[in-house]
């Protein structure tokens, strides 16, 4: 049947109900020998952020499937297997709209019903052999109230707060057992020790009760344990003494209780009730100045980083010395740091500084020792915990987490992260800034509260993952416990190894509401965590920042300096006061923050570099205008002498301009009568030239009419052959039309007009040549007039002829031809004499033209030359008029500015 274990924070309820689920875990026994029970722990703590699917999914990956729709613990256990949950912070959901925390009705429903229905599916999962354990705190303080339909099926059992002689006994046992070896005199002082500090813990739960401003004034026994705890830091080396005991006390009360608080009111009240506790019980001999009154007024530090170089493991808790002392020492450390670090820091080590940092370190040093630095912007909380890290000889990490970090990355860097701190053993250091709770907050406070409170991250490792992390912790496992554990005994051991070797440094504000929402909703935020309050600067650290900003600047004057300094801190001092004033006037809170000191000063140097870089530049454009004026005063007398030259210049400049003007027009006068004539005697050549195209073309039109009948007889020619010739010559009585043809051809060869004339010019074996080199040019008009006569015959046609020769056709062509070529070269003869002579005439015009064009072409070349001297005889006259000009003004100019 479920329990619930129901009692005040601090009294051990996470702790016994632990211890009993371990023993039960070692024992197999069962209600009857036959059938023995192996019981499987599994330990999850809810928060407020925690929703129903992670509750669910947390229990469904504990279990295995049995069969369809029902799960139960894994068979390969044990026999008779029986898991049982036990749920911390049971009441920490948050409460929906309608008053239902839906983790807590998932779980009544397993309860209820013995089982779940499937997100995904919609199907009922049957869950069998598993059973609730839950423990939580009244509610309050961010608990709720746990609905009445869940809490009937638990069995309810209550822890009381342990009386006062349980605790007294409790803690003297356990301080009288460390300090054993100690002095009798450091033994005597047990019981003392345990009734002031139980009288000042039950004293801060009466009067500093939490507020909105001081949501984590949630004092419970674990503040005392760690008092405790940090008193059995010491070896009987360093206490010797009853008062170096009471000093010891001092300081560990005030780092767990005082250094939480977040004002003076608040701080002197506890100091004077420490005060006023350690003086009614602790009671030994004063000597020396060795009085309790004398804790009071100095800062009392411990820590075990008072020696450098000496390895962890081998450092020795003990009060450190005076704050100039660790001063230097702390330089020391910052030196080194910024040797083997990539980021550099340049803390300024003010006492406020100092006494963070060691505290921060005292904290980082403890067993599972985890910080939460709670101050405003700026007062320099995130380099205090890489320092204290450094010093602690923890690796510090930091995840840059931007827009697109989503919870997977994280996830991923938190593994590798518990890689490297359970599996490698690797001292680490997690600081988690404001901004990043801010932004990615949903993502990372559900996991920082689990880190916190048991280390377990529900589904942080699954599947591959998990093995792998078994197999490689088993063989660390088995050389420190000497033995093979099981799956649970050395995923257990593998998260110890993570909370022994990783820290958590986190950094927040206490401006607005999300520090206070976050205590109420993560409580191991505030019980799990030394916490370290940041106060605003005081004026001597306000001193020592602006000496280290103001005081090594060269560009500030040595006599100014401390006045700046001094001036810098009374600004600050008098906004943060006028800022306090306002919140007691109008209940608004106004912060001024180290960060706005710091961007004061910031922007004064700034001003400061500029202004000067201003002031050099018009002190360098002063003496730029000053060497301009001594030049000025020597380029005077240059310039005069010069302006003197220029004068004969000008004038001579002046005569040459004139003549070249006169030349220009004169030539241009006889250019212009030259281009008149050319353009006469072109127009008598253009006209020429076209009477003598026309004579061309009359003459060729005529040639046109004979030239085609002449080639066409002389190719019939050339189509005849030997073979054609043979066979006219061949004819004893020639045909009528052969014999015309012949005679014809008689009649132009010269021969008489008979046939055996005929036959004898048939039988030139040069016929054809001849009749093709025939000298048509230059027929006599006799030879024509016979021939004209065969011509006018109506049969003395190729048509005919062709009837009754192909080679008399050919030679009838020829002759035709001849005939028509000889009339027309009588009427082309001259014409063509008439053009030979317009040619003639043409050429002569033409050269005397371009005779004419030459000397035009000269002329003008000579003016172009004449045009181009004047030009450049202007030009220069008007540079030399410029200049003479320019030469006036310069020296107008330098005479005004002498």
């Not at 329990?3 to 024992?27: C, D, N, Y």
């Not at 500030?556 to 001092?573: D, K």
Request: hydrophobic share 40%.
């Amino acid at each position: 049947m479920p329990v619930l274990v129901v009692g005040q924070s601090g009294v051990g309820k996470t702790l016994i109900v632990q211890s009993l689920l371990a023993e039960l875990k070692e024992s197999t026994k069962s209600a009857t020998p036959k059938k023995p029970t192996t019981y499987l722990p599994v330990y999850v703590s809810y928060s407020a952020r925690t929703s129903s699917t992670l509750a669910r999914e947390l229990f469904e990956s504990r279990l295995e499937k049995r069969r369809k729709n029902v799960i139960g613990p894994p068979l390969t256990a044990g026999p008779n297997p029986k898991m049982i949950f036990f749920v911390d912070d049971l009441n920490m959901p948050k409460p929906e709209t309608y008053g239902a925390q839906p983790p807590l009705e998932w779980m009544r429903q397993v309860v209820e019903c013995a089982g779940f229905y499937d997100c995904e599916t919609l199907d009922f999962k049957t869950a069998v052999d598993v059973c609730f354990v839950g423990s939580c705190a009244p509610p309050g303080g961010g608990r709720n109230t746990i609905s009445q339909r869940l809490l009937r099926h638990f069995v309810p059992l209550t822890v009381p707060a342990p009386s006062d002689m349980s605790l007294m006994q409790i803690f003297s046992t356990i301080l009288t057992g460390f300090f054993k070896p100690f002095a009798d005199e450091v033994k005597s002082l047990t019981s003392d020790i345990v009734r002031s500090g139980m009288e000042v813990y039950k004293r801060l739960l009466e009067d500093l009760l939490p507020t909105p401003a001081k949501a984590h004034y949630t004092f419970n026994l674990r503040d005392l344990a760690n008092v405790i705890k940090g008193m059995m830091q010491v070896t009987s080396k360093t206490i010797q003494t009853p008062f170096q005991v009471a000093s010891l006390y001092n300081h560990e009360m005030l780092r767990v209780f005082c250094d939480r608080l977040i004002d003076d009111k608040d701080r002197k009240y506890f100091k004077n009730l420490l005060a006023t506790s350690m003086k009614r019980h602790l009671k030994f001999d004063e000597e020396n100045g060795q009085t309790l009154q004398s804790l009071r007024k100095k800062a009392i530090l411990y820590g075990d980083f008072g020696k450098m170089g000496v390895p962890r493991e081998d450092r020795v808790y003990a009060e450190l010395g005076d704050i100039a002392v660790l001063k230097a020492l702390m330089e020391n450390y910052r030196d080194d740091y910024n040797l083997t670090q990539s980021k550099r820091e340049n803390i300024i080590f003010f006492a406020q500084a100092i006494q963070h940092i060691s505290r921060i370190a005292r904290i980082l040093r403890q067993p599972r020792g985890n910080a939460l630095l709670i101050g405003v912007g700026g007062s320099g909380k995130r380099s205090c915990g890489r320092l204290a890290s450094f010093i602690c000889e923890l690796e510090c990490v930091e995840i840059e987490m931007g827009k697109s970090y989503s919870a997977n990355d994280w996830r991923e860097d938190l593994r590798n992260l518990y890689r490297q701190a359970g599996l490698q053993a690797k001292p680490l250091s997690l600081i988690i800034s404001d901004n990043q709770l801010e932004s990615k907050g949903e993502l990372i406070l559900e996991d920082i509260n689990t880190i916190l409170s048991s280390g377990h991250i529900p589904n942080l490792f699954e599947g591959g993952d998990m093995e792998q992390v078994l197999v490689e912790i088993s063989p660390i496992y088995q050389d420190k416990m000497g033995a093979a554990g099981d799956r649970d005994k050395r995923y257990q051991f593998f998260i110890d190894q993570v909370r022994d070797n990783l820290r958590l440094i986190l950094t927040m504000s206490p401006v607005g509401h999300s520090f206070r929402n976050r205590c109420q909703m993560f409580p191991s935020l505030v019980s799990s965590c030394g916490i370290d309050w940041f106060d605003e600067w005081n004026e001597d650290a306000l001193l020592d920042v602006a000496r280290q900003f103001l005081g090594t600047r060269k560009d500030v004057p040595a006599e100014s300096r401390s006045g700046l300094i001094q001036m810098a801190v009374e600004v600050h001092a008098s906004v943060r006061q006028m800022s306090h004033r306002f919140y007691d006037e109008q209940k608004r809170r106004v912060y001024i923050t180290p960060a706005n000191y710091l961007e004061f000063i910031n922007i004064y140097l700034e001003m400061l570099s500029s202004k000067r870089s201003d002031l050099a530049a018009l002190r360098d454009r002063l003496d730029k205008g000053i060497s301009k004026l001594n030049e000025t005063n020597s380029m005077i007398s240059s310039m005069q002498v010069d302006l003197e030259k220029l004068g004969p210049q000008l004038q001579q400049k002046a005569v040459e301009v004139e003549e070249l003007m006169k030349n220009i027009v004169h030539d241009q006068d006889e250019a212009d009568k030259v281009r008149a004539r050319v353009s006469e005697e072109e127009a008598i050549v253009k006209q020429q030239a076209e009477e003598t195209e026309a004579i061309a073309a009359d003459a060729q039109k005529d040639l046109d009419e004979a030239l085609p009948a002449l080639e066409k007889a002389y190719k019939a020619l050339d189509s005849l052959d030997k073979k054609d010739i043979a066979e006219m010559k061949a004819f004893s009585k020639p045909p009528e039309l052969v014999m015309t043809v012949m005679e014809a051809i008689c009649i132009l060869f010269k021969c008489q007009p008979t046939w055996d004339q005929s036959k004898k010019v048939l039988g030139d074996p040069i016929l054809l040549k001849k009749i093709q080199e025939y000298d048509k040019d230059n027929v006599p008009e006799s030879m024509l007039k016979k021939i004209r006569v065969y011509i006018e015959k109506p049969n003395f046609t190729p048509e005919e002829v062709e009837r009754v020769s192909k080679a008399a056709k050919s030679m009838c062509m020829w002759v035709r031809a001849i005939d028509l070529y000889s009339r027309v070269i009588k009427e082309v003869g001259p014409k063509r004499a008439k053009l030979e002579k317009a040619k003639a005439e043409l050429a002569e015009t033409r050269a005397h033209l371009q005779e004419k064009q030459d000397a035009l072409a000269a002329v003008e070349k000579k003016l172009a030359e004449l045009k181009t001297s004047f030009d450049e005889s202007v030009a220069s006259k008007t540079a030399l008029a410029d200049k003479a000009l320019e030469t006036k003004v310069h020296l107008d100019r330098a005479n005004r500015l002498t």
